[in-house]
């Protein structure tokens, strides 16, 4: 969405706005420490009233990407104060972001959760928690839409981190919701068989189901080293898709022409 242009159909036309500065600001186009253009520049920009750039400018600050003061005006904040948990921030920033870039960082964060959330939850997980895992579990295997077979994995590792039983990782459960659809669509949409990975999310549930706390942790490993293959033989292939440049010499020579 260029510059200055907001969807105002539906929603709320702040949020619109917000979402417009926000993914300005995670593409580096306002650095952090940058000082925002006035009220009255928004205003004329996004061709809106006062009270609906106030309302973005209070969402942006509570969202961590900004801090407003009086009569100083709106400044970016410091990248580690942003709040990639948020769920606004986290779209923004992987729209803004390389997307092999954005699956990599998520990949590093799921291997510092996830395989210890699989151990956790073998050992703390209640007979309602077993069966929410093994309704996502099914799900996956009888589904055939695409989006509702994302929709089920996104479920199957949401039900693993409430199974923990640790209320500290709750709060993952907003980045995974958000991110993981990022990756299972990626990864799907890359393997003709939709059901390929199939047997690595069984392994993880009947590890759970078994209370094997060492036997989850390593088949969630496992699931993750496969999904890091996948990335990584997309890469490979994009990479042979883009002819290469041939040398300036070369290419002189061709033309006729020297260096």
């Known amino acids: 969405m260029p510059a200055g242009k907001v969807r105002r159909g539906g929603g709320n036309l702040h949020h619109a706005v917000a979402e417009d500065i926000g993914a300005r600001i995670l593409r580096g186009e306002f650095a952090p420490g940058t000082l925002l253009p006035n009220e009255a520049d928004w205003c004329q920009t996004y061709k809106v009233s006062r009270t609906a750039v106030r309302e973005a400018i209070r969402m942006l600050a509570a969202k961590g990407l900004i801090a407003s003061r009086p009569k100083i005006g709106s400044r ?123 047997p690595l999310h069984e392994a993880i549930v009947a590890a759970i189901r078994r209370r094997n706390p060492e036997q989850a942790r390593l088949a969630a490993k496992r699931l993750l080293n496969d999904t890091d293959s996948v990335i990584e033989r997309s890469r490979r292939s994009l990479q042979r898709q883009v002819p290469r440049r041939k040398p300036r010499a070369a290419r002189a020579s061709e033309t006729g022409q020297g260096t």
Do not use: C
Not at 84 to 98: C, E, I, N, Q
């Open 76 to 198: 970016v904040e410091p990248r580690e104060r942003w709040n990639l948990l948020d769920r606004d921030v986290l779209g923004w920033y992987g729209a803004a972001m390389d997307a092999e870039k954005f699956l990599l960082s998520i990949q590093q964060m799921r291997r510092i959760v996830e395989p210890e959330a699989a151990a956790l939850a073998a050992r703390n997980h209640t007979a309602k928690q077993m069966k929410a895992i093994e309704e996502a579990m099914e799900d996956m295997r009888t589904l055939t839409a695409h989006e509702e077979i994302v929709a089920a994995d996104v479920r199957f590792h949401l039900a693993i981190l409430a199974a923990a039983g640790n209320e500290f990782l709750l709060p993952f459960g907003f980045l995974i919701d958000s991110a993981l659809a990022s990756v299972f669509d990626y990864t799907r949409r890359r393997n003709d068989d939709p059901y390929y990975a199939l």
